[in-house]
T-cell receptor
Framework: DTAVSQTPKYLVTQMGNDKSIKCEQN?????MYWYKQDSKKFLKIMFS???????INETVPNRFSPKSPDKAHLNLHINSLELGDSAVYFC????????????????FGSGTRLTVV | QKEVEQNSGPLSVPEGAIASLNCTYS??????FFWYRQYSGKSPELIMS????GDKEDGRFTAQLNKASQYVSLLIRDSQPSDSATYLC???????????????FGQGTTLQVKP
């Protein structure tokens, strides 16, 4: 199936730990994103990569570090996890970051529910 | 002022009625507009996109855009209980030459369709 897939789907961990979330898309898209959805369902962009190049880096604590080994993969590593990091993290992809890609919406992965205890 | 604003609801309509969901945005350079549907515990799913002023219809869904008023809406005709979900308005803007656009979401409107 063509899709954006994220692993793991659920992640429960203690404060202070380091964890990673992985994302892969087989849609042939060249741009990938990380979004955070808080308890009030508000979706906020964190990072975006276009062809392995970081193009969007919102005001996110530097404990969060994205990495894109190729345009089909985007990972998110989080150091020293805090209670406030608990949220659902969505990976998304799209075709083109600008220009001809202006009119494309994003395809979202199924999300990773992170709970920090 | 939030960049994209929606009434969080819940908006409750009877089955078979027309549901009207509204969204306003603050940035006049916004170019593309999207409606996503998100069921509880699921990921957002793109249902409509619109780029030009006017109406765009797709099945039971109609998106309406008025750039002068910075307003975009989604109408759902013949609402069904399966339409009960949170509807997210999203706006993409490109600022300056060479800058990359990003999709900015509103807080979503919860729709409840009662049988």
């Amino acid at each position: 199936d063509t899709a954006v897939s994220q692993t793991p789907k659920y992640l429960v961990t203690q404060m202070g730990n380091d964890k990673s979330i992985k994302c892969e898309q087989n849609l042939g898209h060249d741009t990938m994103y990380w979004y955070k959805q808080d308890s009030k369902k508000f979706l906020k962009i964190m990072f975006s990569y276009n062809n392995k190049e970081l193009i969007i880096n919102e005001t996110v604590p530097n404990r969060f570090s994205p990495k894109s080994p190729d345009k089909a993969h985007l990972n998110l590593h989080i150091n020293s996890l805090e209670l406030g990091d608990s949220a659902v993290y969505f990976c998304a992809s799209s075709l083109g970051a600008q220009g001809y890609g202006a009119n494309y919406g994003y395809t979202f992965g199924s999300g990773t529910r992170l709970t920090v205890v | 002022q939030k960049e994209v604003e929606q009434n969080s609801g819940p908006l409750s309509v009877p089955e078979g009625a027309i549901a009207s969901l509204n969204c306003t945005y603050s940035d006049r350079v916004s170019q593309s507009f999207f409606w996503y549907r998100q069921y509880s515990g699921k990921s957002p799913e793109l249902i409509m996109s619109i780029y030009s002023n006017g109406d765009k219809e797709d099945g039971r869904f109609t998106a309406q855009l008025n750039k002068a008023s910075q307003y975009v809406s989604l109408l759902i005709r013949d609402s069904q209980p399966s339409d009960s979900a949170t509807y997210l308005c999203a706006v993409k803007a490109f600022k300056g030459s060479g800058n990359t656009g990003k999709l900015i979401f509103g807080q979503g409107t919860t729709l409840q369709v009662k049988p």
